[in-house]
C-alpha cells in the first residue's frame, strides 16, 4: 500500500472515530444546534461514504466493488451505531438509519460518475 493510501485510510479512520464518538454521547450532554437531526445524518454518512470512496479509489478497487462495499459498509454500520445509541440513551430511530443510507447513496451518486469520468479523461 502506497503512502497516499496510508493516510486516505487514516483519515477514514480518525472520521470514523470522530462519528462513533459523537453519536455515543448521551444526547441530554450535546449542545443544542439548529441543524435537523436527518440532515446531520445524510452528512455524516455522506462524508463517511464519500471517504471510502476514495480509499478505494485510490487502492484501484473495481468501481462496482467499492460502490457494493461502500453501500453495505454505511447500512451495516449504521445499524450497528443506532443499536449502540440506546446503551447510552440516544434514540436508536429507523428514520436516522435511512438518513444515513441517503447520505451514503448520495455520496456513491456523486463519486462514482465523477470515477468513470475520471477514467475516461485519463484515457
Known amino acids: 500500500m502506497n503512502r497516499v493510501a496510508r493516510l486516505t485510510w487514516a483519515g477514514v479512520g480518525i472520521y470514523w472515530i470522530v462519528l462513533f464518538t459523537l453519536t455515543h ?4 450532554r450535546m449542545p443544542h444546534t439548529r ?8 452528512v455524516a454518512y ?5 471517504l471510502l470512496h ?12 467499492a460502490v457494493m462495499l ?7 454500520y449504521g445499524a450497528v451505531d443506532e443499536l449502540l ?19 451514503c447513496l448520495a455520496a ?6 465523477l470515477r468513470v469520468f475520471v ?4 484515457r
Open 70 to 76: 461502500v453501500v453495505m459498509i454505511c447500512a451495516a
Open 108 to 113: 456513491t451518486a456523486l463519486v462514482a460518475p
Open 85 to 103: 445509541q440506546s446503551f447510552v440513551h440516544r434514540s436508536c430511530d429507523f428514520a436516522d438509519w435511512r438518513a444515513d443510507m441517503a447520505g
Open 25 to 28: 454521547i448521551p444526547a441530554q
Open 46 to 50: 455522506g462524508l463517511l461514504a464519500g
Open 119 to 122: 477514467r475516461d479523461a485519463l
Open 35 to 42: 441543524i435537523n437531526d436527518k440532515v446531520a445524518h445524510l
Open 54 to 65: 476514495l480509499s478505494f479509489w485510490i487502492g484501484r478497487v473495481p468501481l462496482w466493488r
